[in-house]
């Protein structure tokens, strides 16, 4: 179970770098929960597919240094990566985009059932992201 999540999660990374939404959304579950980083939960394929386009368009993002652990039971994940990006557009209530670059240290948590994501948890220091992108 363990190697079936690992290959699940790292599918689900490639398709992010590849800015791949319709490869992105195939694995998730149709009730998905969305934790987003200092953010309200979300839930269903609709809103991460929105989530997933108001991201695309803001932000140019790449995923580098990818760790990811599983659990014996296959159930839960946790990753910790390099996220490297560019502000493209300015997203709602932060500052105003005119292409600032930033890297930071991010994590996600999962939660799988089956061969499917039920949840993700996304989790990055805003105050540094924050500090990169508003000057």
Not at 28 to 47: F, H, K, M, T
Not at 80 to 102: I, K, R, V
Not at 107 to 122: L, M, N, P, T, Y
Request: hydrophobic content about 40%; charged content about 20%; some cysteine.
């Amino acid at each position: 179970m363990p190697a079936a999540a690992h290959a699940l999660i790292t599918r689900y990374f490639n398709a992010l770098n590849e800015r791949d939404s319709r490869a992105c959304l195939a694995l998730l579950s149709a009730d998905v929960l969305l934790d987003i980083n200092q953010g309200p939960r979300e839930q269903g394929v609709q809103a991460f597919a929105d989530y997933l386009e108001r991201s695309q368009r803001c932000y140019r993002e790449s995923i580098d240094n990818l760790q990811i652990l599983t659990e014996p039971s296959g159930q839960r994940a946790a990753c910790e990566f390099t996220l490297s990006g560019e502000y493209l557009s300015t997203d709602d209530g932060l500052p105003d985009a005119c292409g600032q670059t930033y890297q930071l240290t991010a994590a996600s948590f999962f939660e799988i059932q089956g061969d499917k994501i039920v949840r993700v948890s996304q989790h990055f220091n805003l105050p540094d992201w924050l500090a990169q992108v508003d000057f």
